[in-house]
């Protein structure tokens, strides 16, 4: 089955489409659910999480290499079954549109509550799936192209943040060290491991690369650079503004509100917002770009662009829908994420990988 | 293709009408740009009630410096208003019933408190100041014994704007002479927030000064002094400027100052050394059920004035200056203990010290801190070195 | 109003038989009735009479008929376009050599006429024989000079052209401070001389085709065999010949016809008057379209970012070269973006402006009656205008009325209260930015793409700029170049490209060429031939102790 795009991406191009996937939104939530759960230990706790990241990522690659140039739903119907196969994905469409729902939402309320506290949502919501609905449409090597320019926009807001409030660190907020023990650090990690699961994308990226033995190594040098970008982004949190960065909703942003250099550069965050949204839109895009490939897959479509529309349609509605108020979403991050994407992450690929390897689907022969 | 065309332009032209609302737009003419706010809890209607001053800046008045401070027809550059309101948010919005334009506190630079709700309310006004999308970080919270009212109206003699004075006090002349602590709201959270911490808060003051013009009405002016002690819910003292310096010294904040001291034994001091830095260490241990603070302070200093008549650039003269420095610092350091003991408000941070040294001991002791607190010996040791004499070694006048 | 629609449908369709294209009527000739679709015939007055009935009131093609100085004397005639052919070619070389014949009185045979004259007779350096009066007629208005010879069947195009042309001088539209002042003129043939002197080498390869049914423009496609993409150039002779239009007066014609996209602001080919920036390109692995009759060449494929360049850039060194880019950048992005920040901020973010800024704005925009938007809109459209007006106008006045106009009339609407001085200085700083940008195109598209974005930022603040961005970046990205993607070497990121990206490596540093267009032939210098002095030996130290001895 034609996996119906003609592009291909190179190794490096898929590893900071990978970093995308996750650093975006992950870099403006994380820090908050850590410190309040692990304290001083927070910053430690990356490192759990990248472990969870290593393991993921070789669950991916190694059922992705086992079936080389075909995709998720693709292969499914082969090692499951037609049925279930099939069920397989429609389950990951429902799961990822959802998923892609609360990350458009997440995001607008973040632009919201920020920014522009009396435009509707569903302003921000439909900007950003139309912008991402046409980069879907224009195919995967626009998207990388994209991406390739706007992870460079988005390392520049971090470092600019950061060099910025260095001289704002307080080392007595990183005291006491290990503060809880490995309990501690690992209940810090919890939530985290449920962004950074988000890389089994790979799964359904690895038919477009060109050379699909790059992917693995491609996941482990993403998943590396996630674990220190986003454990300096903790490690700046919690010296700049100590536990009491537990309270605050947007760490990071409250880190942009507080630079201040020779009394004249202050109040930039608005700009490192703007960076911000370009890092979404992306991070959008490519969810997107996944959702549409593994409808179209699983269908036997022809062509997926008539697909993309309605899809963002369906995004945009649900996205409103999805909660009631910030609370729900809060909740749903501290409690219910953790388990729901390390079913969806970790425990259906590792069946689907159990079965092909049972069955002896695919692989050197395949 | 056809249809999927026209369906895509008609998806796209149902979209505009949504960028037609311009909802969040503010003009800048719509905007009341509100400089400082000051709170305060009064009795009206049968009820306590608060009251929320705004200074709202005129900005036709202030641009280009052309008419200067006095403004055109007599009027101030900024406009001070009050409201009265249930709650703090309430009288936020009730200053609309007075003023045409939108509140807009992203320029707001300090926040006033009155003593009476620094005392009671203060969660309330914390709360209310971090919750509000355009409250920044960096503001600066004071208290005051005086009016709220009268401070917001008091006169800027030097800068342009009260909100000048008041950030020059944060950044140049605070720490120039280190009697007050001006702290943002950041800091002053983190502290709150922190069990073993307890933060102060610069206090400020009105006072009545000399008419600006012949003829004209004596008028109010800013003045800082010292310093209130928060301790959880809300005020609970003052330190007086020595005792905030005092304060400063022991946390490692001061920065310059002047410090007479007493070498000759006479009833007015007659030598003023200045302070250029200094750094503060603090160690807390627990000794069989007591707690034993040590405090070591690094100074360095120059003499800046001298009222003797001997010989004072000698060895022996610059370490009766850096005996009599070491002495006035810890005078100070410990008139700031005695006053924190008393008001049981552990300002120095003992307790987080502790919990950072020794996380397990501090477990032990958490709960029962505030009762400790009082009863904690304090140490110090201070090492205060002489370094220079200005422009002239021995005095002019010798004997 | 049915007949009005029928032949607007089979317009649609194509098949309106009235609306055919000049080079489809007439395939075969322009004479009425294919007059011309023969060949030369034997008679002279027959071929004359053919051609004057073509050329029927056209009075600047000559007839002139003479004699062969041999005994018995031949009837000759050469037909001439006056004012297109060298008439000193014509009085010495042609009609002094035929009629006075130097005393060469030979007995001729006929039908060795055309030999003898050919061979013996005519010192001219190009005669072509030609027996197909289609082709005859093209050479006339063409500018050559048709011999005709009574009794032969082919007549001789005498190569003898020369009209009036332009000097050689310094290119208006990219003038340098430091580099050659030759810049391309009308003649096809002096603009591929300029190219060839600095590039001698005989890969170089010069293909001539022609476009255009009533205009018969030359066009010369010129390339370096071996370092460009094969598919390439062809792909670009293809287009051309897809190319069926009546005439092509400027290269902007043939770049529309042969785009990549149409519907984007953004050029995808570079046009310019340099001969050195043609042979840098040329180096690089471009392929280059000359165009008879305007100085202006085409280059493609190119990126967005040739459009940032200017042909200094490689004559100064590096540092200079990426400190000028750099600003570059920056007026790009002050071009494009400075009049919607301003809006966004003023509007939307005030908390993002310092306080005493922010007064003064607060202060300025009072009594203002338009809110922010629409005084940036008015302001930028009437910059736009008073540019556009510059233009048009005798040089020496269209630079007062552009610059000076323009502030005066700023400060005059400053003082009557219509805008706030801060929109005056945004918009002339945007002003300034564009105009440093060096290409007219790239330039058009960003002040262009202003408008949209500006009403963006006016809806919805810093987002709306952001969503704009995005929106144009995700167009670029989707650009192609024949076949080159429009922003690398950012994406896709080609490394070994960003040495001449924003920041220019020196000299010694660019030994590849850009990767995407130069390929085949990767390497285009030594490696790493650092300038240095030489290594001094210790005998022959030339240092200050050794002036004592004298």
């Known amino acids: 089955m034609k996996i119906l795009e003609e592009g291909k991406i190179s190794g490096s191009q898929f590893m900071w489409l990978l970093v995308t996937i996750v650093l975006p939104t992950a870099v403006l939530f994380i820090p908050a659910v850590s410190i309040k759960n692990a304290g001083t230990s927070s910053w430690v706790s990356e490192v759990v999480t990248t472990t969870w990241g290593f393991v993921i990522i070789w669950i991916s690659a190694t059922l992705g290499e086992r079936f080389p140039g075909r995709g998720l739903a693709d292969y499914s119907t082969d090692i499951l079954g037609k049925y279930v196969g099939k069920f397989a994905g429609v389950f990951y469409i429902f799961i990822l549109t959802y998923v892609n729902a609360i990350i458009v939402r997440e995001f607008g309320e973040f632009l919201l509550s920020a920014f522009m506290p009396a435009t509707p949502l569903i302003v921000f919501n439909m900007t950003l799936l139309v912008l991402a609905a046409s980069a879907v449409r224009n195919g995967i090597e626009v998207i990388a192209r994209m991406n390739q320019f706007v992870v460079s926009l988005m390392f520049f807001a971090l470092i600019f943040i950061f060099s910025l409030v260095f001289g704002e660190i307080n080392p007595k907020h990183l005291t006491p060290l290990f503060e809880g023990g490995i309990k501690s650090i690992i209940h810090g990690g919890l939530t985290p491991m449920g962004w950074r699961g988000e890389l089994f994308l790979t799964l359904i990226l690895m038919p477009y690369l060109n050379n699909y033995k790059e992917a693995r190594v491609a996941g482990y040098k993403a998943n590396l650079l996630l674990g220190l970008v986003l454990g300096f982004d903790i490690f700046m949190v919690l010296a700049v503004f100590g536990k009491a960065a537990a309270h605050y909703v947007f760490p990071v942003h409250a880190l942009a509100t507080y630079i201040s250099v020779a009394g004249f550069l202050e109040r930039v965050e608005a700009f490192i917002l703007a960076l911000w949204v370009a890092g979404v839109t992306v991070k959008v895009a490519i969810w997107f770009y996944c959702i549409t490939m593994v409808t179209a897959q699983t269908f036997n479509l022809k062509d997926y662009k008539p697909v993309v529309l309605p899809l963002a349609v369906i995004q945009v509605v649900w996205s409103i829908t999805i909660y009631d108020n910030i609370r729900e979403m809060v909740e749903f991050f501290t409690k219910t994420w953790i388990t729901f994407s390390a079913f969806f992450e970790f425990f259906v690929p590792l069946t689907i990988l159990l079965v092909a390897v049972v069955r002896k689907k695919g692989g050197q022969r395949g | ?399 | 109003m049915f007949n009005v629609l029928r032949r607007k449908i089979k317009t649609t369709l194509g098949r309106n038989k009235d609306l055919q294209v000049s080079h489809q009527k007439f395939k075969h000739g322009e004479g009425s009735g294919g007059i011309e679709q023969r060949p030369v015939d034997s008679s002279l007055q027959k071929n004359k009479q053919v051609l004057q009935q073509v050329f029927n009131n056209c009075i600047d093609v000559k007839f002139r008929e003479f004699e062969l100085g041999t005994a018995p004397p031949v009837n000759l005639m050469i037909v001439y376009m006056d004012g297109m052919v060298s008439t000193t070619d014509i009085h010495v070389s042609t009609l002094n050599r035929l009629m006075l014949l130097n005393g060469l009185m030979e007995e001729i045979t006929p039908g060795d006429t055309l030999n003898l004259i050919k061979n013996k007779l005519l010192p001219l350096a190009e005669i072509k024989e030609e027996s197909d009066l289609i082709k005859i007629v093209d050479g006339i208005l063409a500018g050559e000079t048709v011999l005709f010879i009574d009794g032969e069947r082919n007549a001789l195009l005498l190569g003898a052209k020369g009209w009036e042309t332009r000097a050689v001088a310094e290119p208006e539209s990219e003038p340098v401070v430091r580099g050659p002042r030759e810049g391309f003129t009308e003649k096809l043939l002096t603009n591929t001389v300029l190219v060839r002197r600095r590039i001698k080498s005989s890969r170089l390869k010069v293909e001539l085709t022609q476009v255009g049914a009533l205009s018969k423009t030359e066009i010369a496609i010129m390339y370096i065999e071996g370092i460009t993409n094969s598919k390439v150039v062809e792909e670009v002779k293809k287009r051309l010949e897809r190319i069926k239009t009546d005439a092509i007066l400027e290269t902007g014609y043939i770049e529309e016809y042969i785009q990549d996209e149409w519907k984007t602001p953004f050029p995808t080919i570079l046009s310019t008057e340099r001969p050195d920036r043609v042979a840098g390109h040329l180096l690089e692995g471009h392929v280059v379209l000359l165009v008879d009759t305007t100085p202006f060449a085409l280059i493609m494929p190119v990126t967005f970012f040739h459009f940032l360049f200017a042909a200094e850039d490689y004559y100064a060194s590096y540092q200079v070269s990426t400190f000028i880019r750099l600003l570059r950048l920056a007026a790009v992005n002050i071009s494009l973006l400075l009049p919607s920040a301003y809006i966004a901020v003023v509007t939307f973010h005030q908390e993002m402006i310092p306080t005493p800024l922010l007064i003064s704005i607060a202060a300025a925009r009072e009594g203002v009656p338009f809110p922010a938007f629409v005084e940036a809109f008015i302001m930028e459209a009437t910059f736009e205008l008073l540019r556009e007006a510059g233009v048009r106008l005798p040089r020496q006045v269209g630079q007062a009325i552009s610059i000076v106009g323009a502030l005066v009339i700023g400060q005059a609407a400053v003082s009557a209260g219509l805008i706030s001085p801060a929109m005056v200085i945004v918009v002339a700083l945007t002003a300034i930015a564009s105009f440093s940008i060096p290409n007219y195109s790239g330039a058009i598209s960003l002040r262009i793409l202003r408008f949209p974005i500006m009403m963006l930022a006016a809806s919805l603040g810093l987002f709306g700029i952001m969503a704009g961005l995005m929106g144009l970046l995700i167009h670029l990205c989707s650009l192609r170049s024949f076949g080159v993607p429009y922003i690398s070497p950012i994406a896709p990121m080609v490394r070994g490209d960003l040495k001449d990206f924003i920041l220019r490596a020196p000299r010694w540093a660019m030994f590849t060429r850009p990767r995407m267009i130069g390929y085949k032939e990767p390497q285009r210098q030594e490696y790493m031939q650092i300038p240095r002095p030489p290594k001094t030996n210790a005998a022959n130290k030339n240092n200050d102790a050794g002036n004592d001895k004298k």
Not at chain 2, 145 to 159: A, I, V
Not at chain 2, 161 to 166: D, I, K, L, P, S
Request: a neutral charge; hydrophobic letters at 40%.
């Open chain 2, 1 to 399: 293709m056809k249809r999927e065309q026209l369906v895509f332009v008609l998806a796209i032209i149902m979209i505009f009408p949504l960028f037609s609302g311009c909802w969040s737009r503010n003009e800048i003419e719509t905007i009341a740009i509100v400089s400082g706010i000051g709170i305060d809890k009064i009795s009206a209607d049968g009820g306590e009630k608060f009251l929320l001053t705004a200074n709202i800046v005129r900005p036709s008045l202030v641009s280009g410096g052309a008419q200067g401070t006095g403004g055109r027809a007599g009027q101030p550059i900024s406009w001070s208003i009050n409201s009265i309101g249930k709650t703090l948010s309430d009288c936020e919005r009730n200053l609309n019933l007075r003023a045409a334009r939108t509140i807009f506190y992203g320029h707001t630079r300090y926040v006033v408190l009155s003593e009476n709700s620094a005392r009671e309310e203060f969660s309330d006004v914390i709360d209310y100041i971090g919750r509000h999308p355009d409250m920044r970080l960096r503001i600066l919270l004071f208290v005051t014994r005086d009016s709220p009212q009268d401070l917001l109206k008091s006169f800027p003699e030097l800068e342009n704007t009260r909100a000048r004075q008041v950030m020059g006090m944060e950044s140049i002349g605070g720490p120039r002479a280190s009697k007050i602590d001006v702290r943002n709201m950041a800091e002053i959270v983190g502290e709150l927030i922190t069990p073993g911490v307890d933060p102060v808060i610069a206090h400020v003051s009105t006072m009545i000064s000399a008419p600006t013009e012949a003829g004209g009405q004596p008028i109010k002016v800013l003045r800082f002094e010292g310093g209130g002690v928060i301790r959880e819910k809300g005020l609970v003292g003052w330190l007086s400027e020595v005792e905030t310096r005092g304060y400063m010294l022991a946390t490692g904040r001061a920065r310059e100052g002047a410090f007479p001291v007493n070498l000759q034994k006479q009833p007015m001091p007659d030598t003023t050394l200045n302070l250029t830095r200094m750094s503060s260490k603090t160690r807390v241990e627990l000794k069989e059920n007591r707690a034993v603070a040590t405090i070591e302070i690094r100074a360095e200093g120059d003499l800046v004035e001298y009222h003797g008549q001997e010989e004072i650039a000698t060895d022996e003269g610059i370490l009766k200056m850096e005996k009599a420095f070491a002495k006035e610092i810890n005078n100070e350091i410990m008139a700031a203990v005695k006053k924190a003991q008393q008001l049981d408000a552990d300002i120095f941070g003992f307790g987080a010290e502790l919990h950072r040294s020794n996380p397990k001991a501090w477990k032990h002791v958490e709960k029962d801190w505030y009762v400790i607190f009082p009863t904690i010996e304090v140490k110090t040791k201070v090492t205060a070195d002489i370094r220079r004499t200005g422009f002239i070694a021995d005095p002019y006048i010798l004997k």
